[in-house]
């Protein structure tokens, strides 16, 4: 199995631009989150589905922020406008059970 | 609500030495608990589970054991090596909906 698979690995926008970041959980996983990783808030859970539908989107900072899965192999966060405080590292994980597998990560930075 | 608490970093030890990473949690239910580690550059990989009280965890020399008593699932590994400098994150699952709340890290620099 190749792991959960996110695109891209990097990406740099100027602000006010759309971002769009893409996740890709292991097939058969029935649970997908989204996480943000910056120094000063560490790990933070932005979103997560469960058999595709969001169960708890409270970590979402604001209504610029919004995700999909519009089926179970296939995930977005998207930022619109995006802001240089969006500048992060985006992890997307998926399980089945209490386990997380997490991708690579996107870094993403707004300029 | 569900929580995790792990100590500040950064920890730094020389290699060989002892480590002790401590965690807590706050958590309704029997969650399962975790560590995981981050390599630079990269994603979280699972280190160690726990899913009752009382069990232990173990892998490539790490050891953590469940304590329902205390709320705590502390990492330990007695002799450190250069291999080892990562960020370490305790975790929790809780049963519904298997939602993973994660610790700030712990960040481990090993000096050889």
């Known amino acids: 199995d190749a792991g959960v698979i996110q695109s891209p690995r990097h990406e740099v926008t100027e602000m006010g631009q759309e971002v769009t970041l893409r996740c890709k959980p292991i097939?058969?996983?029935?649970?997908l989150f989204w996480y943000r990783q910056t120094m000063m808030r560490g790990l933070e859970l932005l979103i997560y589905?469960?058999?595709?539908?969001?169960?708890?989107d409270s970590g979402m900072p604001e209504d610029r922020f919004s995700a999909k899965m519009p089926n179970a192999s296939f995930s977005t966060l998207k930022i619109q406008p995006s802001e240089p405080r969006d500048s992060a590292v985006y992890f997307c994980?998926?399980?089945?059970?209490?386990?997380?597998?997490f991708g690579q990560g996107t870094r993403l930075t707004v300029v | 609500g569900d929580s995790v608490t792990q100590m500040e970093g950064p920890v730094t030890l020389s290699e060989e030495a002892f480590l002790t990473i401590n965690c807590t949690y706050t958590?309704?239910?029997?969650?399962?608990l975790f560590w995981y580690v981050q390599y630079p550059g990269e994603g979280l990989q699972l280190l160690l589970k726990?899913?009752?009280?009382?069990d232990k965890g173990s892998n490539k020399g790490f050891e953590a054991t469940y304590r329902k008593e205390t709320t705590s699932f502390h990492l330990e590994k007695g002799s450190v090596q250069v291999s080892d400098s990562a960020v370490y994150f305790c975790?929790?699952?809780?049963?519904?909906?298997?939602?993973?709340?994660f610790g700030a890290g712990t960040r481990l620099f090993v000096k050889a």
């Open positions: 994980a998926s399980s089945l059970g209490t386990e997380a597998f």
């Open positions: 097939s058969g996983h029935n649970s």
């Open positions: 589905f469960n058999n595709n539908v969001p169960i708890d």
């Open positions: 958590a309704t239910g029997y969650p399962s």
């Open positions: 726990a899913t009752k009280a009382d």
């Open positions: 975790a929790l699952s809780v049963p519904v909906g298997f939602k993973t709340i």
